[in-house]
């Protein structure tokens, strides 16, 4: 499966932003989605993941209740992440990835064996 995310942009501290990540391929072609990030110097960390039913969402504890993981009702080789309530210690890469192998949702991106390009947030104070 090929992924495409797009949607990251320069916002202000406060603000909200919707990332996108596009699968391609059959419906179904993924049993688990994640999105990641990487800020400069740092390691890269889980942010959260849906599976295909949609009823098992995760979070990092750095963004509960800020970012909000959804797929597409229509599209259902789309899935969205909501920024909310940006900081700008959120500024980073942010990737999505697929996990098509298991079923687990795993917070190691070992797990995920399918990438997409990454999308740039950064949130200026």
């Known amino acids: 499966v090929q992924l495409q995310a797009s949607g990251g942009g320069l916002v202000q501290a406060g603000d909200s932003l919707r990332l996108s990540c596009e699968a391609s391929?059959?419906?179904?072609?993924?049993?688990?989605l994640g999105w990641f990030r990487q800020a400069p110097g740092k390691e890269r960390e889980f942010v959260a993941s849906?599976?295909?039913?949609?009823?098992?969402?995760?979070y990092a504890d750095s963004v509960k209740g800020r970012f909000t993981i959804s797929r597409d009702h229509a599209n259902k080789n789309t899935v969205y992440v909501r920024l909310s309530s940006l900081k700008p210690e959120d500024t980073a890469v942010y990737y999505c990835a697929a996990n098509t192998r298991t079923y687990y949702s795993s917070r190691d991106n070992n797990e995920y064996d399918s990438w997409g390009q990454g999308t740039l947030v950064t949130v200026s104070s």
């Open positions: 849906i599976n295909w039913r949609g009823d098992k969402k995760y």
């Open positions: 391929g059959r419906t179904g072609s993924w049993n688990v």
